[in-house]
């Protein structure tokens, strides 16, 4: 007797589900795809225990004929595509017919359904499977699927689920995301009897926004115009953080391809690369991203759980991302909000609207707890040892407490009579409540309106403070001047023409083995930055000439730290990249250091140039340049406004 033989179909089943339902967020997705297939506009899902005793997902979709529901739960019946030339662009959510069979196998699932044409709705219950009952029901057109004891004979299976609420939490995220993606539909999660989401028909992404996570974190994000290219096959929209929102890890960057929720590593070097030299190498963007593109650009089926996709043209994919994230930041330039005063108390934030707190959602609870991490509202005493900031003494209140005007019947004759204590007033001037003019109040907050910032001077020699219409700015000298020369270093390195400066006496400098192995591979990029070297004998260069802004005493260690760069990054970078890099070491050498007394033409310079520049928020390691206390807070704590 041989020894292969075909699997029964109970057994295919459950073996598919072990690759399409991992846990009860599987179940929630698939489901969810195919509601959103049907053409539904309102979907509601309901658990209970976290999705291990009941997930529930209603629409109002399309529904289908008794046949039609019978026929789903044989595996590979789909009414996505019937001919393998579809799958080269498949444009639905589904498409393999799996997710049925797979989820009836390990569960005890109903499925209720009504086409428009029919008058009346079927009823079908499997468990484990198989078919236990199909009857007619009453019902709306659309389906219904309940999915009850989730794994209930696979209990190896169900032992390795997390807690309930980590479940739920996945039920949730995943619900929320979608929600983002299809803003004109409605979306319903409620666990155990209470709502976690109630997200209606909204017009626009930014509502949707709005409507999940509140105006606060609106606020903090820029949204992305709609930009199309290759003649309109691809087109991306979506919202990005401010780089001063800084997070520690990937998991508030989510990507959409055609409404579909994926995970792509392409797409997530494309934004790493658009905030190169804006943010801390270890920190991470907030991206809620969304490309749509022609279906046969685009190879959905590359994974079991369609989480993972592969573009035909991945190389101009991911140059269209980076470069757009670019602009947009360039366009924007987001200048970071100093803490407003200690004393002054933040203003109650309104109330949510419903499901804009989402207690389960990592996504929800992760962009909402943002806190501005890269930004510190006071220097290292390391790195600034003689700097005290220590607010002044307050003056003691003057208070003109005067009594309250008597009866108008009273003589003016009369002595005036001593008033109870009740009886007093503060007497507030007039001119309490006045604004003065040229502050405006609304201003974006930008880093563009320094350029019309005034100079007021430099704070212990290491901070230049600036008055402008829009309210006050603290700029670090050092990291200013760094980005300046970096963009400079930079634009030089690409068009291969830096400037030199000789040096009196060559520096010799002896490498190790490996570093002079480094030194062979990047000798050229070396001489495109303004280095000119020779070798020197045995593991022995010297160097002759310098890039122009570079200091002679800071020449050792900034060769080194090259090739420190060289050994980490060249075998993994690209040549940009690597240039970056080289810029960025340059540029922190030769900046203004902190501690150092600055002519007024100096700091007007400084601030103009800065201005001018194309990414003048942060440094190219990712520090904030400047701070800004807007008039509105600075009016607030004075209690002007």
């Not at 309940?146 to 039920?171: C, Y």
């Not at 658009?274 to 994974?303: K, Q, R, T, W």
């Not at 890039?547 to 940009?576: H, K």
């Not at 928020?617 to 990712?622: E, K, R, V």
Request: charged fraction near 25%; glycine fraction near 4%; charge should be negative.
């Amino acid at each position: 007797m041989g020894r292969i033989h075909v699997l029964s179909d109970q057994v295919a089943n459950k073996i598919a589900a072990g690759e399409v339902v991992e846990r009860p967020a599987s179940v929630v997705k698939e489901l969810l795809e195919n509601s959103l297939d049907a053409g539904a506009s309102e979907i509601r899902v309901e658990a209970e225990g976290g999705g291990r005793r009941l997930i529930r997902v209603a629409d109002d979709g399309c529904g289908m004929i008794r046949d039609d529901a019978l026929l789903a739960l044989e595996r590979h019946a789909t009414s996505k595509i019937s001919r393998v030339e579809e799958l080269e662009s498949i444009a639905t959510l589904g498409f393999r017919g799996e997710a049925l069979p797979s989820i009836a196998s390990v569960s005890r699932m109903a499925l209720e359904t009504r086409a428009e044409e029919e008058p009346s709705g079927v009823r079908i219950e499997i468990a484990g499977g198989r078919i236990l009952s199909v009857n007619e029901c009453a019902r709306p057109r659309g389906t219904s699927i309940t999915v009850r004891d989730l794994f209930f004979n696979v209990p190896a299976r169900r032992k390795f689920l997390r807690s309930e609420q980590t479940e739920l939490a996945h039920i949730a995220s995943l619900v929320t995301h979608y929600s983002l993606a299809h803003p004109a539909k409605s979306f319903e999660l409620t666990h155990e009897g209470r709502k976690l989401l109630d997200a209606p028909p909204v017009l626009t992404a930014a509502e949707r926004v709005f409507q999940v996570f509140g105006a606060e974190t609106l606020e903090e994000l820029i949204e992305l115009e709609p930009r199309t290219a290759q003649e309109g096959r691809f087109t991306l929209s979506g919202f990005i953080s401010r780089p001063q929102v800084q997070k520690s890890n990937r998991n508030s960057i989510f990507l959409f391809v055609n409404r579909r929720l994926i995970r792509d590593r392409l797409l997530l070097h494309a934004i790493s690369a658009a905030y190169l030299n804006l943010m801390p190498p270890s920190a991470f963007p907030f991206a809620l991203l969304f490309i749509d593109c022609d279906p046969a650009e685009v190879d959905v089926n590359v994974h079991p759980s369609k989480t993972e996709v592969r573009f035909r043209a991945s190389s101009f994919v991911h140059d269209f991302v980076r470069d757009t994230l670019r602009e947009a930041l360039v366009a924007s330039r987001p200048a970071p909000a100093a803490p407003p005063p200690s004393p002054v108390l933040p203003p109650p934030r309104a109330e949510p609207q419903p499901g804009a707190r989402l207690p389960f959602s990592e996504f929800t609870q992760a962009i909402e707890d943002f806190r501005y991490t890269g930004i510190r509202s006071e220097a290292p005493r390391s790195v600034l040892p003689d700097l005290e900031l220590k607010p002044p003494p307050a003056p003691e209140p003057r208070l003109d407490l005067q009594p309250a005007p008597g009866p108008a019947a009273a003589q003016p004759q009369e002595a005036p009579r001593s008033e109870p204590a009740s009886a007093l007033r503060l007497r507030v001037p007039d001119t309490h409540s006045a604004i003065p003019d040229g502050l405006a109040l609304d201003a974006p907050s930008s880093m563009a309106s320094l350029d019309q910032a005034r100079i007021l001077g430099q704070m212990h020699d290491s901070f230049i403070l600036a008055a402008g219409p829009d309210g006050l700015w603290i700029i670090d000298q050092h990291v200013a001047h760094e980005r300046i020369l970096f963009e400079q270093f930079l634009e030089r390195l690409m068009r291969g023409r830096a400037e030199q400066q000789r040096l009196l006496l060559p520096q010799v400098l002896t490498l190790t083995p490996a570093q002079e192995a480094d030194y062979q591979r990047i000798a050229g990029e070396l001489e495109r930055a303004g280095f000119e070297t020779e070798p020197f004998g045995q593991r022995t260069i010297a160097i002759k000439a310098v890039p122009a802004d570079l200091a002679p005493s800071a020449v050792e260690q900034v060769f080194f730290e090259i090739l420190e760069i060289a050994d980490a990054e060249m075998r993994r970078a690209t040549p940009e990249e690597f240039r970056r890099a080289l810029a960025a070491s340059l540029a922190c050498r030769a900046a203004i250091k902190i501690n150092t007394r600055l002519e007024p033409e100096k700091m007007e310079w400084l601030v103009r140039t800065l201005a001018r520049t194309r990414y003048p928020m942060s440094c190219p390691h990712g520090r904030p340049v400047a701070l800004r206390y807007s008039s509105r807070d600075i009016l607030r704590s004075f209690h002007r406004i």
